[in-house]
């Protein structure tokens, strides 16, 4: 461990994620803590909650001078949680990289995350730094499970993931922006070995989990639907849906897909002001109980053919922790001077298999999420 303890400061600190990344980290002995906002009183108001290790501070990602005022605050790493990240560029992870800092991500942005290692990779590693980018559910949880699920298998000819968020799990509007942004708008899939495009919240079909209730799901934009057919080399498919609790939220989102198909909807991320202050009347019809399932399908070891599934649940409003995980977990392991395993000690890179799904459990443990392997029957 460092007998200095490292500058951690947290942009988006007193947002959803932020907020909660930074309670995480507030009391870990190798972090100074800063947590960064626009609002000097929101920031100093949470950072007044963590213990003397933290402090609030005023920060426009946007304004001029971001590179100057990270090294005036000495700072190491940049979790930058200040999304949604679809309509940004680099500026952020560029100055960290000018500034000497360490950098890492929660975006979720399909071009984003993908054109990242490309972008950075060179200002990085001629800093001495390491950056990641999606260092979120997906694709660092996501690909810690196929990883574990598929370890000495011979073949992935399939991965389909849904996530299944508690109705009355606290929403951010950057959240909801980021999904109305491609809601009804084309997306490129890899299915039935080949690239097709699929309208991105339309045609909700229904997905089964371990321990909660049947719920429909519809096609998400994600860095995953790009990066794991590469990663894997999956033959057929690689799908990635989210299911709302509550039925009618679910086909209001369709609706909206098909009125941006259509064209009379053009830009429905407009609508997310107005849906995170009135999302809330569905929560009589919702639980406080979400979670996720990640199913593959290939040759194992001996060359029989799996299917396996990879289930998680959060009850009491908890899954929201869960995209704070790995962001949490690789600053920890940056503060305490670990390499992030298994390579890639500097540079740029997306946060697909950097961490083991053993690395999870802690976490999954400390808010009472529970886990199932199941062994599921193959198609004849």
């Not at 947590?35 to 949470?46: C, H, T, W």
């Not at 890492?104 to 972008?119: E, N, T, W």
């Not at 993931?161 to 109305?180: D, E, S, Y």
Request: aromatic share 6%.
């Amino acid at each position: 461990m460092s007998a200095t303890p490292l500058t951690v400061l947290v942009l988006g600190g007193y947002g959803n994620f932020g907020a909660r990344i930074c309670r995480a980290l507030a009391g870990d002995s190798s972090i100074h803590l800063l947590v960064a906002g626009r609002s000097a009183a929101r920031a100093q108001a949470l950072a007044a909650t963590l213990g003397p290790s933290a402090r609030g501070v005023a920060l426009d990602h946007t304004a001029p001078g971001l590179v100057e005022a990270l090294r005036a605050h000495g700072v190491g790493l940049v979790v930058h949680t200040a999304g949604p990240f679809q309509a940004q560029g680099y500026s952020v992870a560029e100055a960290a990289a000018e500034a000497g800092a360490h950098y890492i991500d929660l975006a979720d942005g399909r071009r984003f995350v993908c054109d990242f290692p490309a972008a950075l990779h060179a200002r990085f590693t001629a800093a001495g730094r390491t950056a990641v980018c999606g260092a979120s559910t997906v694709p660092a949880l996501s690909s810690a499970v196929v990883d574990h699920l598929c370890a000495g298998w011979q073949r992935i000819d399939s991965i389909d993931t849904c996530i299944a968020p508690a109705q009355r799990a606290p929403r951010g509007q950057a959240t909801l922006a980021a999904v109305l942004s491609y809601c009804g708008e084309a997306i490129a899939v890899w299915e039935q070995g080949r690239w097709q495009n699929r309208l991105g919240w339309a045609a909700p079909t229904p997905v089964q989990f371990q321990r909660l209730r049947p719920r429909l799901a519809a096609m998400c934009d994600i860095p995953d639907l790009e990066l794991l057919p590469a990663h894997y080399r999956v033959t057929q498919r690689v799908s990635f849906r989210a299911a709302l609790e509550v039925g009618l939220a679910q086909r209001a989102f369709a609706a909206i897909a098909a009125l941006r198909a259509w064209g009379v909807l053009r830009r429905p991320e407009r609508l997310a002001g107005l849906m995170h202050h009135t999302g809330g009347v569905f929560d009589f019809l919702g639980t406080p109980l979400g979670g996720m399932v990640v199913r593959v399908a290939g040759a194992d070891a001996e060359g029989a053919l799996r299917h396996r599934a990879w289930h998680i649940a959060a009850d009491n409003d908890h899954g929201p922790e869960i995209p704070c995980m790995a962001a949490i977990l690789l600053a920890r392991q940056l503060a305490r001077g670990e390499a992030v395993p298994p390579i890639l000690p500097i540079g740029a890179h997306t946060s697909t298999s950097l961490l083991p799904l053993d690395a999870f459990a802690p976490e999954f443990a400390k808010w009472g999420m529970l886990t199932d392997v199941v062994e599921e029957a193959t198609t004849p």
